[in-house]
């Protein structure tokens, strides 16, 4: 991001911004998706639609973050979904697995801790608003070629993520 945009992320006006998610690993961007009943798990049960999942080879989906505050070192954003998943609000299963939730009550927002500004977004570490932060945990084998990993807070490896500003 150039100054300029830096400068308007911390502005007390910002209220929004629409921008993908990246999993940052070795070098790579790995988009993030979202999971489908249909997919193929190792765990024995079939996941519901939504879950966050990094993996693949398509474009990250697009997400709503809507400015709640910062501190010094985070800045906060309540996340949501857009096109027919603008209703749902990115949330944390009891297990600890981040999801797009419509039905049950999401009030947290997520914490992004800016590592570094590039031209291509923000890097950051992402946590959830108790500071944990999001992790992956390789999922394999999977339906579709290549390697998926759930996003968890609770366990898993962490990784740096890099948020891109559409818009």
């Not at 505050?69 to 996340?79: A, V």
């Not at 797009?100 to 927002?109: G, I, M, Q, R, S």
């Amino acid at each position: 991001m150039t100054e300029a945009q830096n400068e308007t992320l911390y502005a007390e006006e910002i209220s929004s911004f629409r921008g993908r998610i990246y999993m940052l690993k070795a070098g790579r961007e790995i988009p993030l998706r979202l999971s489908h009943s249909t997919d193929k798990w190792t765990w024995g049960f079939t996941p519901e639609n939504d879950w966050i999942q990094a993996g693949g080879n398509k474009e990250s989906p697009l997400f709503n973050f809507i400015f709640h505050s910062q501190t010094e070192d985070r800045l906060h954003f309540n996340i949501f979904g857009t096109g027919r998943k603008a209703t749902k609000k990115l949330g944390i299963s009891l297990n600890g697995y981040l999801g797009l939730y419509k039905v049950a009550e999401v009030t947290d927002y997520w914490k992004l801790e800016p590592l570094a500004w590039t031209e291509k977004g923000l890097v950051c570490r992402w946590r959830d608003h108790q500071g944990h932060e999001v992790k992956a945990i390789q999922d394999y084998p999977h339906r579709q070629p290549g390697k998926f990993f759930h996003l968890n807070v609770s366990e898993g490896t962490p990784h740096e993520f890099l948020v891109e500003r559409i818009d």
